[in-house]
């Protein structure tokens, strides 16, 4: 349903067949179901002979409205040191300890990485920094300050670490990956000079970020991936970002597509049947009061996932909890999402969503970049890629206006 897109030939593949380490950027949009397709990665390269370290980075270690470089690499260092407790971590620890006295005056708290602690306790010392990174908005500037001037080493230490964990790996292990997952939430920041903060970070740091001596996959942004910087990161990660498109709910055309609608309904019958009481119950009349309804529901998702089950809990929510979902209750939720839609919409945005809308294609702007990152722009695959408006905002009266407006093919 998503036009044959499959990561574990995308990515996987590359990493598998490849005898010198690879690093893959993967996109999409967020809650398009991303993160569960790099755990299906995951656990597929753990069944054919790799070691995997897989982390989100913005559950713990970045702030999406304000990264940098360092705070991806220091993500990444943490989570390398964690996940691979059968390498010797002295490299990366003798590297912190020449900081680690303008570390403590920055951060205000002890930070202990003496020999009279263990390694492992050495280790969670970096979870504080990350820590602050990623709450503390005076401390994260300053630790950067400190930092940046030392990443090369930090690679170097790092990479150290990377070599002693390739010797110890466990039996019918060949290989490591790093899996950086989260980055795609950057939120985008335009420069005055027409170029963004996503530029700067996967493509002005783009050979630190290849730096590790080991396979690495990062999420980027979509808007970054999708603009006139694509050809770049194409020649400077030796391969095409890989994009996870929407499940198509509608052909190009505007006609409902059945197989992406059914694919949707499953999502939501698996989870109604994961709940005892909910087992063996009609989706169509007993969980919500009619197949219209429930057909509804798909279409104006406009397949992405993380909308659908949202949703379906808004729903659930007006309808005080009780079953069938009512249509009044759908339709109550439906506007809540509109009005979140709506909001992100800046008004001379509506007549760029029209011509989008009309022509299923978007121009290589920051206007439509950001429209993408918003999600009011959604990417699908066919035979080709191609793109449309959320169904959510088509109802909205100044697209309507905006479309209504437009001049005549």
Known sequence: ????????????????????????????????????ELRR???DLEQKGCMVVYFSAEDEDINPEDVEYADILL???????????????????????ERWQALQDVMQTKITLDDKVSAEVQIQQLAKITASIRTQPSQR?????????????????LNQFIADAKTKLPPGKTKLVVIADGLEKITLIARENGRSNHDEIFIDRCEQLKALDCHVI????????????????????????????????QTRDGQPYAAGIEKLKEIIRLRVQAVAKAKGLSLEAEVFDSPESLQRLCAISGGHVRNLILLVQLAIDYNEDHLPIATISLQQAIRQLRKTYRDTVNDDQWTLLAKVFRSKRIP????HRSLLFTRCLLEYVDKEAWHDVHPVLRDVPEFKDALAHLPPL
């Open 141 to 157: 500037h300053q630790i950067r300050q400190l930092l940046n001037p030392h990443t090369e080493t930090l690679v170097a230490a």
């Open 75 to 97: 993500a990444c260092t943490r989570h390398l040191l964690e996940g691979l407790r059968i390498a010797d971590p002295k490299p990366v620890l003798n590297w912190l300890k």
């Open 364 to 367: 290589h702007d920051q206007q």
């Open 1 to 36: 349903m998503r036009g044959g897109s499959d990561i574990l030939i995308e990515l996987g593949k590359r990493i598998q067949r490849s005898q010198q380490p690879t690093c893959q950027l993967y996109s999409g949009h967020r809650g398009g179901g991303k993160s569960t």
């Open 41 to 43: 990665l995951t656990q």
């Open 218 to 249: 990062y999420t980027v942004p979509i808007s970054l991936v999708l603009s006139n910087r694509a050809s770049d990161l194409m020649e400077i990660y030796n391969c095409a970002p890989q994009v996870l498109p929407m499940i198509t709910v």
